[in-house]
């Protein structure tokens, strides 16, 4: 028992304090301040993105394409989001590109979690 206690304590002590949701290197704390799962925040909830992308490797093939605004499916099709694109394609630029495979892999895993 104690060797477990001591185990899991080693196991938060490397993960920090905070529970945030990774996939490899990519951590998706930046995100949570405009995204959620399960609402719509500044961003469109996560559960409905995933919903329209229908898995990790097809939103990664959007964000390798450029994620371009007219091949993103939430901005594409619905005006309120689309009038915000530029706030994302910022995000895009800084912290997804060249990171695809991984923030789609925990944008997914994050949906799956019911939290960023
Ligand atoms: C400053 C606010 C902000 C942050 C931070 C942010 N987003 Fe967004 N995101 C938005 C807005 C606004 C939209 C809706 C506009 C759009 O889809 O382009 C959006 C849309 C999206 C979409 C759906 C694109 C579509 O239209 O189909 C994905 C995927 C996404 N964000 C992923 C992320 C990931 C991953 C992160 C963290 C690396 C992140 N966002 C961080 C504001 C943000």
Redesign the pocket.
């Known amino acids: 028992m104690k060797s477990v206690i001591v185990a899991m304590t080693a196991a938060v002590a490397l993960m920090g304090v905070s529970s945030v949701a990774t996939a490899g290197a990519f951590s998706?704390a930046?995100?949570k301040?405009?995204?959620a799962v399960g609402k719509d925040v500044?961003?469109?909830d996560?559960a409905r993105?995933a919903k329209?992308?229908g898995s990790a490797d097809e939103?990664a093939k959007?964000f390798k394409g450029g994620?371009k605004?007219e091949d993103?499916?939430?901005?594409?099709s619905e005006p309120k989001?689309?009038a915000?694109?530029a706030?994302?394609?910022?995000?895009?630029n800084t912290?997804?590109k060249g990171h695809e495979d991984e923030?789609a892999k925990?944008?997914f895993d994050a949906v799956k979690a019911g939290k960023i």
Do not use: D, N
């Open positions: 998706t930046p995100c301040a405009c995204h500044v961003g469109p996560w993105v329209a992308y939103l959007v994620f605004v993103r499916k939430i901005a594409s989001f689309k915000q694109a706030l994302m394609t910022g995000q895009y912290l997804i923030a925990a944008l």
